[in-house]
């Protein structure tokens, strides 16, 4: 059975376990650097994102989980685990917070606003609609949600959301750090970026496992490139050798 990772520091951890098992896969409560060792993708889910890095840094994770990112093993970051998946944060409570990064992007903290701002909206993601099938919204549950307000060449962009007309009273934003982007229409809500996976919403808090499933695809896409790139390395080093034996004639 597949293993699958959940990052179970605080939040909607077992929420993303449940649906996992809806999908025939196993997922692991991953709370210490040594259990990452286990698996091959880590989910690191919703929850508050400075109770999160700072439980992730009394447990000495950082470290570790910045090396899992690094080493291409596949990552799927939903709202707080977008935030630790980002190069770059903005909007944090003062004294900021450590992040795992490896996501070219610049992402708002809170950018929807506080708790009772939360809300559900049909987001459209085409991309993951034509791999999972279906229609090609999804119900995403925005709950003291992030957005991402720029992003890399290389980070691909699955969903985007209207900027809402109360965008103004988000907390933790200075009014010249105010959503830099409010001019434009849309903030971006969901992206990949080679083995990242990062929403902006709770896919885990609704009936629809497409989400997982497309994460679940992608992990064994990467698996499958990698252990085809670990032959071809060894039929290489095997042929080096056999030309390395052969007889020198003189």
């Known amino acids: 059975m597949t293993l ?3 990052l179970a520091l605080q939040g909607s951890f ?12 196993k997922g692991v409560e991953i709370r210490k650097p ?7 993708s880590l989910i690191i889910p919703g929850g508050e994102s400075t109770t999160m890095a700072k439980l992730a840094e009394y447990h000495n994770l950082f470290p570790s989980l910045r090396e899992f990112v690094k080493m291409g093993r596949p990552v799927w970051g939903t709202c707080a685990g977008l935030i630790f998946l980002a190069d770059k944060a903005t909007g944090q409570k003062t004294g900021g917070q450590q992040l795992v990064g490896g996501l070219d992007c610049t992402v708002h903290r809170n950018f929807f606003g506080s708790q009772i701002q939360s809300f559900e909206a049909e987001v459209l993601a085409p991309e993951v609609a034509s791999k999972e099938g279906g229609p090609e919204t999804f119900r995403g549950v925005f709950i003291r949600a992030p957005a991402i307000l720029e992003a890399g060449p290389e980070v691909q962009v699955l969903a985007d959301y209207p900027v809402p007309s109360n965008i103004s009273t988000s907390p933790y934003s200075s ?12 903030v971006i809500v969901a992206v990949r970026q080679g083995n990242i996976l990062a929403t902006a919403f709770h896919p885990e808090l609704t009936a629809d496992t497409r989400w997982h499933s497309y994460f679940l695809k992608m992990a064994n896409e990467i698996a499958e490139t990698s252990n ?7 039929n290489i080093n095997y042929s080096q050798k056999q030309l390395n034996e052969l007889p020198i004639f003189q």
């Not at 040594?34 to 091959?40: A, G, I, M, R, S």
């Open 175 to 186: 009014g010249e750090e105010q959503k830099e982007n409010v001019e434009q229409s849309k």
């Open 34 to 40: 040594e259990q990452l060792q286990n698996v091959t």
């Open 228 to 234: 085809s790139q670990l032959q071809l390395q060894v």
């Open 4 to 6: 699958v990772g959940v």
């Open 14 to 25: 077992n929420e993303h376990i449940a649906v996992l098992r809806r999908l025939g896969v």
